[in-house]
C-alpha cells in the first residue's frame, strides 16, 4: 500500500535524502505535501518532479512567486498545479494534510514545534528528524502522541540506530542508551586553539554532509547534548542512564546496553537515507543498491569519552535535561541564537558555552510548562542571548 | 517460576561456567541432572553444592568411584544421594530427565549428538553449547525440534550474538550474518611458520579460555567453520549468506546485516556467563554485577577478513556445509580425529587441513542421511582419518 508523506523541510540535507527514498521506493511511498524555507529555485524542480497537492514556502511573497514559476514551468505533460500556502499556518496546514500517513519533519530549529504537534494531534505517525521539537517540548508531544496515538519514529541516526537495537527487546531490561559522536571538527582542539577557530572552520567537517547549524553544534557538541536530551523523550530513559561515547569514524551509531551487560549497536554507512527510509518503511525493512559497510575495509573504529571541559555544552545540556520544565527549551533557544552570531562571525567560539552558561543562570524555570510557557521561555531566551552576546562581543 | 536445568558436560570450560551462573541466580535456576566425563574431584564437589537427583559419569568404573566418594563425602547436612548412571546411555537419561525444562549440552564432540536428539523428541529445549551436533545433524535436529516444539537455543558467544541482533526483527529480512573470530593463536603466522607450530603453541590462546579441542579448532579456523555450518541449521539462512570476520579483540561477538544495509551487531566481554544466561534467561534478561564493557578503555577495534589460503579448513568447511547430506558429519569427524592427533604430537598443524581434504575427498557423500548413516558416516571419517594420518606420519 502506498504511504503517503508530508515533507516539511525539502531543500535541506534531510529534506533532499527523504525525497531520494521517495524516488526510489515510488511504489510505496508519494510526497503528498511539501514545504520549504526560501530555497525556490530548487523547490521548483522538487514540485515539478513530485506532484504534491499542498505546497507551503516561509512567505507570502516566496509563495507569489513559486506560483508564478510554477505557471510558467507548465511544459507539456500532465501538471496539476498545487495549493500554495505559506508561513507558520502554512507549515502546519502541510503537517496535517488530510491524505499525509506520515509527516517527516526536517525542518530547522524550534519552528518544527507546532507543526509537529499539530501533525500528532491529527493522529499522523511522526519521522522526526527536528531535535529541537522533542528538546523544547518532549512532555507536551508525548502527551499528545499518547492519546492520539500516533508513533513518533526518530530520523536522526543515532536516534535510529537506538530504536533499531531496541526493536523487539523488552524497555524494562535496558541499563543504559549510548549516543556515539563523531566528536565534531574540533575534537582535538585545544581551548587556547578553540578560543580562536572560525566557523569556516567548522563547516569543513568531513564525516556527513549536514546543514550549516547542525555542523556548528555537532563543533561544540551542543548537537549531542540535545540529542541526549531527545533521547530521553523519545525511549522514556533518564538521563543518568543516556552516555556518549566519541567514535570519530561515525560507523556505529549508536547502542544500547541491557541490564545483563550485552550490548546492542547498530553500524552502517554514514549516509541518512539509510534512517530515513526506516522511519517510512517501519516495521519493515526495504532493499536497496545503495553501498554496503564493510568493516575490513573499514578497518578500525575506536572509541573514547567525551571531553565536557573542553566541550562544555555537553554537560549543559544534561544539567538543562535533568532540570527540566523549560530549562531545555531555554538552551536550545540560547544555542539557536549563539550558533547564528558565531556563523555570521559575531560571536567567538568560545562565546557559545558562555551564552548558553548565562542563559541558563538567569533563567526562571518553570515546571510542567504548557505550549504558551514553552514558546514564552524560548522568547526570552533568544533575546537574553542576544543581549549577552552583544556584551561579549 | 523455577527453571529446571540437565547440564551434559560439567566439568568442562562451558560447564563450569553455566554452574556460575545457575549458583548466581539459585532463586531462578535449578540444576535436576548433570553429567560429566572424567573428572571425577570436580563433579564430587559440584555434586555436593548442586544436589541434582540424577548424575551420570563417562564408564561404570567412574560411576562406581563417584558412588563411594559421594557417600564417603556425606557429612552432618542434609545430603540426598543422586542417582547415578554411566556411558552413553547416562548422558542421554540426564539428557531426558523429566523434571528438566532445559538441556545444556556443553559436551565435546559428536557425542553430544544423540542425548541432543533425545532431548529434542522429549521436547525439552536445548541450550546448545555443542556445535558439532548441528554440524553432523542439523537436518535431523531441527525436524525433530519442529515436530516436539524444542527451542534450540545458541550459547555459543557468537550464535547468541545473533539471536540477540535477530530477536524480534524479521529473518526475510536479513541479508547476511557475519560471523566474528579473533583468527585464532595463529592469525599472524605465515605458511612457512604454521608448518613448525605445535600444541603448546596453541594453547597460549589469549582472548577466551577454553578447551584443548576448542583452542586447536580456533587455530585452524575449523572451529568457526563448524560455527558457520552451526549457523546455517540454527538461522535457517543459505552459505552464500554467512560470511566470517576476524577482529582479534573478540568484542563485536557477531553481527546481521539487513537488506536495507543496516547492520546490528551484539558487543560484550569475553565471558561465556553472558550467552549461557541469555540462554538460560530467555526471553529475559537477568542482571548481573559482573564488570561491563567499557568501549572507552578498550579503545580499538579492527577488522580484516579472513585468509582461507592460509587456514583452508575456513574454506573446506564452506565447501562440506554447502554439500550438505554427510560431508558436514565426516568433515568434523575427520577433525576430531586430526585435531586429537595433533594435540597428541603425532600430526603436524598442516596435517590437518591435508586430512580433512582428503577425507572429503574420498567419502561417498549420501544426502538427507538418517541418524544410522550419520553415525556410520562419522565411523567411517574416523577410520580415514586414522590412516591418513599414520601416512602422513
Known sequence: MMKKIALLGCTGSVGRSTLDVIREHSDLFQAVAM?????????????????????????????????ARLTGNRGSYEFRMPEIVYGEQGLISVAVHPDADIVLTAVVGVQGLKPTLAAVQAGKDIALANKETLVAAGHLVQQAAGRSGSSILPVDSEHSAIFQCLNGKRTSDVSRLILTSSGGPFRTKSRQELARVTAEDALKHPTWSMGAKITIDSATLMNKGLEVIEAHWLFDVPFTQIDVLVHPQSIVHSLVEFLDGSLIAQLGTTDMRLPIQYALSYPNRLPTERSRLNLAEVGTLTFQEPDMVRFPCLSLCYQAGSAGGTAPVVINAANEVANALFLAGKLPFLGIEKVLDQVLDRHQMATAPDLDEVLASDEWARRTAFELAAELD
Do not use: R
Open 35 to 67: 514545504a520549504a524555507g526560501e530555497n525556490l529555485e530548487e523547490f521548483v524542480l522538487q514540485i515539478m518532479e513530485f506532484q504534491p497537492a499542498l505546497v507551503s514556502m516561509k512567505t507570502a511573497d516566496l509563495a507569489q512567486e513559486l506560483k
